[in-house]
């Protein structure tokens, strides 16, 4: 009998793979260690990149890391906690 386990990885071996270009991860990566640095204009960091390619590699990481962390639920727990926390942070006014 096949776990929920082997299940989940049985459809992402059928999924095709999201194509993902190197200037994407770039920009996306850029773009998240800007945080740390909010002078910096989005537009200098984005570099003319296109945008939709720049979502898809922030996709792609962000997957990647929620699987790493929560692979049972393909990090699905982690996102309902954050979605929680910042409808809380909303609901008190605070930013």
Excluded: C
Aim: glycine fraction near 10%.
């Amino acid at each position: 009998m096949a776990t929920a386990e082997d299940e989940a990885l049985a459809r992402e071996a059928e999924a095709p793979p999201e194509a993902v270009t190197l200037a994407g991860v770039q920009a996306a990566v850029a773009l998240l260690a800007r945080h740390r640095a909010p002078e910096v204009p989005r537009n200098d960091v984005l570099g003319g990149h296109d945008l939709s390619d720049v979502l898809a590699a922030m996709e792609s990481i962000a997957s990647g890391l929620l699987a790493g962390v929560r692979a049972g639920d393909e990090g699905a727990d982690v996102l309902e906690r954050i979605g929680l926390a910042v409808a809380e942070v909303t609901a008190s006014g605070r930013r």
